[in-house]
């Protein structure tokens, strides 16, 4: 929607179609006239819509389920919100949005008054180069408004990263991964210290995530769990999430995979 509004702010009328309501495919139709990119992304979302619209004339009976092993029944069933930025959508899956909008940008006087946002030397450029990074994404799974993201444990990121470790490397083959965790003592190999090492790092960058930001974090801080225990180590953290801020601590032992028999 945010890229919609930069491509129709002070779209020419002449660009933007007389009659035509959906003044964004009016733009990419013009568009693709002289550009192949942006003429793939016509015939494709053209498709869509026929797919779209071959959907709502089917008849509720016994059709879909006799056409499932067809190519017509792999297609995405697209949402509202879908269907009403499908033009930038197909775009930005396609990974091609970055180099149409980089077209737009370089022919804006065909298309756009002299005080448009992408007529601007600077603001048009900035947006282009800004939609490389998202156009660089496989977005195999969309999220949807119901998708919240919540931190694992410390001991399933490690034990997860331990997992996936042990499958990676090529040193023992025939040896299955064992689930459990082992404890290590300091005069491990240094091929287990490095080990060791990425497992913390790999902890350490889960901590922030798409809905919280890491506002600080501090190794080493001491916490005493009871009046008659020794005080642990740990890394400590503060993070901030729309509505709140949130303090974790993780024990080092976590941190580096090394696990003790203890509570």
């Known amino acids: 929607g945010v890229v919609e509004a930069c491509l129709l702010h002070m779209l020419k009328r002449r660009a933007a179609g007389f009659l035509r309501t959906d003044k964004v495919a009016a733009l990419f139709t013009k568009v693709g006239k002289t550009y192949a990119i ?39 069933v697209l949402t509202p919100q879908a269907i009403k930025h499908i033009w930038v959508r197909t775009a930005l899956i396609e990974k ?21 946002l992408l007529a601007d030397p600077v603001c048009g450029p900035i947006l282009a180069s800004l939609l490389v990074g998202p156009c660089a994404l496989e977005y195999t799974k969309l999220k949807t408004a119901d ?22 490397r090529q040193d023992s083959p025939s040896k299955r991964p064992a689930l459990g965790i082992q404890k290590r003592h300091s005069s491990g190999s240094s091929s287990e210290d ?7 790092e790999y902890v350490e960058s889960l901590h922030q995530n798409s809905r919280t930001h890491l506002l600080y974090g501090k190794n080493n801080v001491l916490v005493q769990p009871k009046d008659d225990l020794e005080a642990i180590p740990g890394y400590l953290s503060l993070h901030q999430s729309a509505d709140s801020l949130t303090l974790k601590w993780t024990p080092n032992q976590l941190m580096n995979g090394t696990f003790g028999d203890s509570e």
């Open 38 to 76: 942006a003429g793939d992304i016509c015939k494709k979302v053209q498709e869509l819509l026929q797919q779209v619209e071959s959907r709502k004339n089917q008849p509720n009976g016994q059709e879909p389920l006799k056409r499932q092993g067809s190519t017509t029944s792999k297609t995405p």
């Open 96 to 116: 091609v949005l970055d180099k149409i909008v980089q077209y737009i940008v370089d022919n804006c006087s065909k298309y756009y008054e002299k005080e448009a």
């Open 194 to 200: 490095r080990f060791a090492a990425s497992a913390r």
């Open 147 to 168: 998708h919240y993201w919540t931190d694992p444990s410390a001991d399933e990121l490690v034990q997860r990263h331990r997992i996936h470790g042990v499958h990676g």
